[in-house]
């Protein structure tokens, strides 16, 4: 639900990240809980200072001089265990963001229930699986790229939500297949031209299917929901965001694609949109270079 009309958006081709270090550290805190930490740290640039290159809701980005904001991030997460079934979970994250923010938020706090082996029920806040890369979205060392392409991982704008989901896991054909069911409400941030403006999403309703194997993933999901921006004098619009994705991950060759789209039902000029994208690499040992492309089309041009 974006109403952004990026100047930048021509420059992503170009945007280069000269260096990028990854790093992750866990470490055991008595009986019941478990630390852990990551994080990335990036430089990165583009060849003009006419634009700058940003991802998502960030206030400012990358120029043709070095910027270390862009796509550095730094995560700290505390599981706590009452017992093997029941735990609570709670993550910040520091991370250049909108100007409305601070630096640093709370991401994840959810307590987990697992009453069933393969029935799991969270509440509180937590990350909406909007994509195939969800969970792990800001964790460098789990993914091949240092960030995911911004066309189409910036489309939905939240990916948290303050209410609940259901998970069940099932064993399906040669591999496992996970529904997840989810409600609830969020804020997110739009930059309309002259600066960030806070809108609200009420009633989210959503589910998400993802059906995997030892190196085949395939994920389709769905949201919808009212929403509120009132500097915009806009109330009781509705939305949806859909998207479907496909990894393959076999004989030292990676391949995944996802494809998303947003529509609202009263301002579709404004939200209106579709993206993907496109990966492939292959590893040599322990480097896996890769070529990606991605597109976005918004209905506003």
Known sequence: MMIRHRLVRSLLFAAISLSSTQALAATEIGEHFTLSGFGTLAALRTDTDDASYIRESQFNGATDSFDLGTDSNLGVQLIGRANSWLSATVQTLTKRRSSLYGATQVEWLFVKVEPLPRLAIRAGRIATPTFAISDTRNVGYANPWVHAPNEVYASAVVDQLR?????????????????????????????????????????????????????????????????????????????????????????????????????????????????????????????QPFVSYAAADPKSG
């Open 163 to 287: 209410g609940g989901d259901v998970t069940f896991t099932h064993d399906l054909a040669d591999g496992t297949i996970k529904l997840t069911g989810l409600t609830g409400s969020n804020i997110f941030t739009v930059d309309i031209g002259f600066g960030p403006v806070e809108g609200k999403q009420r009633n989210v309703l959503g589910f998400n299917a993802v059906w995997e194997n030892d190196w085949l993933t395939l994920r389709a999901g769905r949201l919808n929901g009212d929403f509120d921006i009132a500097p915009l004098g806009i109330y009781g619009d509705t939305f949806t965001f859909s998207g479907v994705g496909a990894i393959v991950n076999r004989n030292d060759w990676l391949v995944q694609g996802e494809y998303v789209t947003r529509r609202a039902d009263k301002v579709n000029r404004e939200i209106d949109a579709e993206a993907w994208y496109a990966l492939v690499g292959h590893r040599f040992g322990s480097v």
